[in-house]
């Protein structure tokens, strides 16, 4: 079935350490998004990516790191420089283009990051 | 900040009830969308109204858009408990390629 897979659903990391959650689809589209979800505060776009190789800064990028080698995967790396990773976090992935380039997103089910 | 708003916040009605939920902007945008999202889940999609569009139905969805307000609604008719959830609207920047998600209403229809 074609979707968007992110994994681990449930991650626990001490203070200090680095850890990458993953997002592959395969659906065949261009653009990828990270967001990052609080509660009371919405989403916010930590990073994006409308193509292969290249990415873009959302609102919240600092502490965050990403990489677009393939189309279908966009990983996101939480690193000991982000001060309250604690968070859910979704992918999001979406055909560019096809309105003006912001066009329906398809959601991943999210992967829960608890600091201990 | 780019960030939408949204109200209500918070939002309980009985099952049969109609409920709105509003959203407004701050920037020029190309489309509007609005997505649901279910405890601990993804966001799933409802409907996109483009900004040339002042109204869009969808099943039992009415979603309207007033670009010189900079606000849109959305209206569930004839609500279901299933209907439980939060709904967040997002707007499309004309330049960016981002979507920019409000806070979000949390809807809770009593059986």
């Known amino acids: 079935d074609g979707g968007i897979t992110q994994s681990p659903k449930y991650l626990f990391r001490k203070e200090g350490q680095n850890v990458t959650l993953s997002c592959e689809q395969n659906?065949?589209?261009?653009?990828m998004y990270w967001y990052r979800q609080d509660p009371g505060q919405g989403l916010r776009l930590i990073y994006y990516?409308?193509?292969?190789?290249?990415?873009q800064k959302g609102d919240i990028a600092e502490g965050y790191s990403v990489s677009r080698e393939k189309k279908e995967s966009f990983p996101l790396t939480v690193t000991s420089a982000q001060k309250n990773p604690t968070a859910f976090y979704l992918c999001?992935?979406?055909?560019?283009?096809?309105?003006?380039?912001?066009?329906?997103?398809?959601f991943g089910e999210g992967s829960r990051l608890t600091v201990l | 900040s780019q960030q939408g708003e949204e109200d209500p916040q918070a939002l309980s009605i009985q099952e049969g009830e109609n409920a709105t939920m509003n959203c407004s902007y701050k920037?020029?945008?190309?489309?509007l969308q609005w997505y649901r999202q279910n405890s601990g889940r993804g966001l799933v999609h409802l409907i996109l109204?483009?900004?040339?569009?002042r109204e869009k139905h969808s099943g039992r969805l009415r979603v309207t858009l007033d670009t010189s307000k900079k606000s849109s609604s959305l209206l569930i008719t004839a609500s279901r408990a299933a209907d439980t959830a939060s709904y967040f609207c997002?707007?499309?920047?004309?330049?960016?390629?981002?979507?920019?998600f409000g806070q979000g209403t949390t809807l809770q229809v009593k059986p």
């Open positions: 999001a992935s979406s055909p560019l283009g096809r309105l003006g380039g912001t066009g329906e997103l398809f």
């Open positions: 659906l065949n589209h261009d653009a």
């Open positions: 990516s409308q193509i292969v190789n290249d990415f």
């Open positions: 920037t020029s945008i190309n489309n």
């Open positions: 109204i483009r900004s040339n569009e």
């Open positions: 997002a707007h499309g920047s004309s330049n960016t390629g981002k979507l920019i």
